[in-house]
């Protein structure tokens, strides 16, 4: 039998555009000392570091070496993962096997990026194959154009709803103390009247660059029995990736597509006996790159059914004290230090589990959180939490 | 543990200096497709695929995303690993021994003819106080040398000793890049890069790709009549500043080497192991590295060159495959030991064969001065 896995740590930094104050390693240090303050650990007791960062938006190589001292991995075994904006999410899984396999019993995995140090469109642009991708590519904020596009025009959705959404981002921002934009906004007007981006996605209705990091704990169970009085357990992740060519693809005109999104939750509910995952599990946290993307993933990861998901905005049940609370955080629209930023939605999934999120903890009570992430060419990564096992 | 992990098969491409002729997953197919024919495997069987490279040397973000369909993850498990690929199948050990996956494929990849391997090199030094300096990993690498030969005299002609072997055994691999038939004057002639470091103590410019079949114990005796153990594993992460290390004792592989040892039950390493595949970059870290393994005593690495017993023979051969330094890219190199090392337990390393090979030890190191190090141990038992 595997080792059972828990969080027993949880760091993280204020996310910023901009930390001229710091150098990338003394940023990540402050979230490893967070972690290690919640877990009431020092480095001692952590085994080995793995880490989540895209080196190519800071231009930096091999960046968790230029940090090897402030991540605490200073002769300590570890390796850095890096999959685009799952990459803190497939830390977590590394992490995760590492301490189920028995190799060790105390792990920290952390993510991190600092915005600030490079320009990561231009990385992303450089992502697809030279041959035939190149010319084709720009960047994220083009692709999520392409799904919000047609997201509406497939589900009925209005800008109006992509607005709403946009504000229950801000108002969980504005309560959650690491939060990056906190903007106060009051009205959908101030969201629909936000300049373009690519047509028709705005300014507001699309996730900022931060800079920051995320640093989670991990122990086997008697470990982190005797650590922590409120360990998270970590039940079960799945990964799926696909081939390149599907990035950008978000329009199903033939009902046959396989999104990853559909293929990782359906493997995950069904290994752990979710039949109604509104029912099955209390909230999310999800990688939402724009507002839009956020009503797809609810059709996604059948939090209701195909092109309803903007219902369940007007219905109000994703709302921080909504039946279904997803992103009481803030989401990623309102903070997204990429190699991080997955390490959030678990580092805030498992907070909600904790009774720990403070302003933003959610009305109901959380058993079990599902955080989600995604990135490259509309990846997933689903990492399951439960308060007992 | 509940389990064992398996390395139920191995290939490599032929490396060279230049693959245009093939895009990255073309090149890293060409080593899966061994592994996929000689298990019996098709990618659909492949529970997950952990991959290695670096988006640096491949001049793009998230390198894995174009090889997607030659590891078969459309609609799979892929991760990707940013260090030397031996920390790939680390990675893929662990996935297994968790009992989350049975099949992992391991792969590493790179093309240095893509990019300017002093420009990436430099990036990665500390972007504020060194990268000014101008230094890359070869720079580096004099320091250390230089370091290393003051500290315990070792000499200019053990170093060269070093690539005499290596270039040597390489002749009979039919993998590696540039086999040479060269003495210790040949190398000491040679061009000076920076200074002690001449052009044969270093590798060449090389392209190309390894894979593994990993799996558990249950699986393995399905798939391989010849299943070689993981036995201990560990890696180890130096200081980043120069300044911050003493470069002439490698710190970090001294305590990696311990706890891989520990895990495998060996005590007296050069006794008990019976082949070990270092990756040496430049031709001084094979003996600093030897040191680092506890193969000899801190400074003794000179005289166990020059005592042959690391030569094909020996009591411990290192290197038969020739190295790092007859031309493996950085980033594959690790995982190409390790491969290496698979095939003398299974008998199957042709003329480069270690008679009676039962005990294998493969090394990587990544990042400046071998700042990363990872030792794995494997067994017939």
């Not at chain 1, 799945?238 to 999104?259: N, S």
């Not at chain 2, 590493?108 to 420009?119: V, Y």
């Not at chain 2, 540039?178 to 920076?194: G, K, Q, W, Y």
């Amino acid at each position: 039998m595997p080792n059972r896995v828990a969080i027993v740590g949880i760091g993280q930094t204020r996310h910023k555009s901009t930390r001229r104050d710091v150098t990338l390693p003394e940023m990540v240090n402050e979230a490893v000392r967070a972690a290690l303050a919640d877990a009431e650990l020092t480095m001692k007791d952590i085994e080995a570091v793995f880490t989540s960062n895209m080196e190519t938006f800071e231009g930096i190589y091999l960046p968790d070496h230029g940090a090897a001292t402030e991540i605490g991995a200073y002769m300590k075994p570890g390796f850095k993962v890096c999959t685009g904006g799952t990459s803190g999410a497939s830390v977590v899984v590394e992490g995760f096997c590492m301490v189920a396999s028995g190799l060790y019993d105390v792990v920290m995995v952390l993510g991190f990026e600092k915005q600030d140090c490079g320009e990561t469109t231009a990385a992303i642009t450089a992502a697809a194959t030279p041959i035939w991708g190149k010319g084709a590519v720009t960047g994220a904020i083009g692709e999520f154009a392409k799904q919000a596009l047609s997201y509406m025009e497939t589900s009925g959705a209005k800008e109006e709803h992509a607005a709403m959404v946009r504000l229950k981002a801000d108002r969980g921002a504005c309560k959650n103390e690491y939060a990056h934009l906190k903007l106060g906004l009051e009205s959908a007007e101030q969201v629909l009247n936000s300049g373009y981006l690519v047509w028709p996605l705005r300014m507001l209705d699309f996730c900022p660059q931060s800079s920051g990091a995320c640093a989670l704990v991990l122990a086997e169970e008697k470990k982190a029995r005797s650590i922590s009085r409120k360990p998270v357990w970590i039940a079960d992740v799945e990964v799926v990736h696909q081939e390149p060519f599907r990035a950008g693809t978000f329009a199903d005109p033939t009902g046959k597509e396989a999104y990853t999104q559909h293929v990782a939750c359906e493997r995950l509910y069904k290994r752990n006996g979710i039949t109604n995952p509104r029912r099955d599990i209390d909230m999310a946290e999800i990688y939402e790159p724009s507002n839009w993307e956020e009503m797809s993933l609810y059709e996604h990861f059948h939090f209701c059914e195909r092109n309803q998901g903007w219902k369940l905005v007007e219905q109000g049940v994703t709302e921080m004290d909504g039946d279904f609370p997803v992103n009481p955080s803030g989401g990623v629209i309102a903070t997204n230090p990429i190699g991080a930023t997955p390490t959030i939605r678990v580092a805030e999934a498992a907070l909600q589990i904790r009774g720990d999120a403070g302003a933003h903890q959610v009305a109901k009570d959380v058993k079990t959180s599902l955080a989600s992430a995604l990135g490259g060419p509309n990846w997933t990564v689903l990492t399951l939490l439960k308060r007992s096992l | 543990m509940a389990e064992r992990v398996a390395i139920c098969a191995v290939a490599q491409t032929k490396f060279r200096p230049d693959r245009g002729d093939a895009s990255e997953g073309e090149m890293a197919y060409e080593a899966i497709r061994h592994v996929l024919e000689e298990t019996g495997l098709t990618l659909s069987d492949i529970d997950s695929a952990v991959s290695c490279s670096q988006d640096f040397w491949d001049g793009r973000t998230i390198s894995n995303m174009n090889i997607q369909p030659f590891v078969g993850a459309h609609l799979g498990h892929e991760d990707k690993v940013a260090e030397d690929g031996i920390n790939a199948v680390y990675c893929g050990m662990a996935q297994v021994l968790s009992g989350y996956h049975e099949i992992v494929l391991v792969v590493a990849h790179t093309k240095e003819s893509q990019a300017e391997k002093s420009l990436v090199e430099n990036a990665a030094f500390d972007p504020i106080f060194m990268r000014e300096l101008g230094l890359d990993f070869l720079s580096a690498a004099a320091l250390q040398a230089r370091r290393y030969m003051y500290k315990y005299g070792i000499t200019a002609e053990q170093c060269a000793k070093v690539v005499v072997k290596n270039r040597g055994n390489a002749r009979n691999n039919p993998f590696a890049q540039e086999p040479l038939d060269i003495t210790v004057d040949d190398v000491l002639a040679s061009r000076i890069l920076a200074s002690p470091i001449r052009k044969l103590d270093t590798k060449p410019i090389s392209d190309g790709a390894c894979a593994a079949i990993l799996a558990s114990e249950k699986k393995a005796r399905k798939l391989t009549e010849k299943p070689v153990w993981i036995l201990g594993v560990s890696s180890c992460y130096e200081a980043h500043y120069l300044g911050d290390r003493d470069l002439a004792d490698c710190a970090a592989l001294t305590k990696a080497a311990q706890k891989a040892y520990k895990m495998a039950g060996i005590r007296r390493p050069f006794n008990e192991i019976s082949v070990a595949e270092i990756s040496e970059e430049y031709s001084y870290q094979e003996l600093l590295w030897m040191e680092g393994l506890g193969f000899c005593g801190r400074g003794e690495a000179g005289r166990l060159i020059d005592s042959g017993k690391t030569q094909m023979g020996g009591k411990l051969p290192v290197n038969p495959s020739g190295g790092m330094l007859s031309g493996n890219p950085t980033g594959v190199a690790g995982m190409v030991r390790v491969a290496e090392a698979a095939l003398q337990l299974r008998g199957e390393a042709g003329n480069r064969q270690v008679r009676g090979a039962n005990l294998a030890l493969a090394h990587g190191m990544t990042g400046i001065c071998g700042q990363h190090q990872a030792v794995m141990i494997l067994g017939t038992n």
